[in-house]
């Protein structure tokens, strides 16, 4: 897995040119062509979380890596890409189009909270497939922002903001991301989101030397300063799971994903998932894939 991709290192490698605004403190907005980074002349993406938000519309044939899970692409998508979660994908195919835009959470610092939409939690599956006749109108959001980004209107960032809540609403439309959306009370949606947020607060793992801290419901639930049959209640009530459920699967996702883009061996991973001893860890991993680490690993080669 490769570093954490900053956008310095965005503009420095793709683009040989730095914005003079870049870290003014009131945010950042781009948007750009698909084909001058991808198809024949550009590079695969590698493997590696990103400290922006991304928004992209592939057009091609292509194959997604987000987390543990790979989505192929026969025609064209719709992909929203978080600082949390780390993704690559690779075109196969020359003919490749598209647009995308990238921006970094205070970019909208006092016009909404970018992250509390469904695309962009935890768990969601940021990928939707596109038909053709969805395709123009999405494409012509981001046409629009190229105008837009390119005029001199004194007011345009707030033109540019409302467009991308334009594609994240038309994407919601297309396919609502209802597994990351909580019902119920108040204060049990309070508590799940902040369980939540705490859990993958601590991924992707991209050093052996780092692990993660709270591995147990009662440690979530100290952290939160609440008891844990409150939390496990909130938890069942949001998502239908146990707090021991969620974590599992957390945890099981990043072994996996650990597993299929780093050469890390088996203790080291069971030390940076919080595994005294590789032996529970594998266990543990039989137990919720019906693989062994070194077998999953196997059958992905």
Same mark, same amino acid.
């Given at each position: 897995m490769g570093p954490i991709q900053s956008l310095e290192d965005f503009y420095r490698h793709k683009l040989n040119w730095m914005p003079d605004n870049l870290k003014n403190g009131m945010g950042h907005f781009n948007v750009f062509r698909t084909e001058e980074f991808i198809g024949k002349h550009g590079r695969h993406v590698p493997y590696s979380r990103k400290d922006y938000f991304k928004i992209s519309l592939l057009i091609g044939k292509n194959r997604l890596f987000y987390a543990d899970k790979v989505v192929e692409i026969d025609k064209q998508a719709l992909i929203f890409s978080n600082p949390l979660i780390p993704y690559s994908h690779e075109s196969l195919s020359d003919e490749q189009s598209g647009l995308f835009c990238i921006f970094t959470d205070t970019f909208f610092n006092h016009f909404g909270h970018i992250r509390e939409y469904p695309i962009f939690q935890p768990g969601s599956m940021p990928v939707f497939l596109l038909s053709d006749e969805q395709v123009p109108p999405i494409k012509n959001i981001f046409n629009r922002m190229l105008e837009e980004i390119a005029s001199d209107y004194a007011y345009k960032y707030d033109v540019l903001r409302n467009l991308v809540f334009e594609v994240v609403h038309s994407a919601m439309k297309i396919q609502p991301a209802s597994t990351s959306l909580y019902s119920g009370s108040n204060a049990s949606t309070r508590i799940s989101s902040l369980f939540m947020e705490l859990l993958e607060?601590?991924?992707? @793992?991209?050093?052996?030397?780092?692990?993660? @801290? $709270?591995?147990?419901?009662?440690?979530? *639930?100290?952290? $939160?300063?609440?008891?844990?049959?409150? $939390?496990?209640? *909130?938890?069942?009530?949001? =998502?239908?799971?146990?707090?021991?459920?969620?974590? *599992?699967?957390?945890? =099981?996702?990043?072994?996996?994903?650990?597993? $299929?883009?780093?050469?890390?061996?088996?203790?080291? @991973? *069971?030390?940076?998932?919080?595994f005294g001893e590789s032996a529970h860890f594998i266990n543990f991993f039989k137990k919720n894939t019906a693989l062994s680490p070194g077998a999953f690993r196997s059958s992905a080669v």
């Open positions: 607060r601590q991924f992707p @793992i991209e050093s052996t030397m780092q692990q993660i @801290i $709270l591995q147990s419901p009662s440690d979530f *639930a100290t952290q $939160l300063s609440v008891h844990v049959n409150h $939390l496990n209640r *909130a938890l069942r009530e949001n =998502t239908g799971k146990t707090t021991s459920k969620i974590i *599992a699967e957390r945890v =099981t996702q990043e072994a996996r994903s650990l597993l $299929l883009h780093t050469n890390w061996n088996i203790n080291e @991973i *069971a030390w940076s998932l919080g």
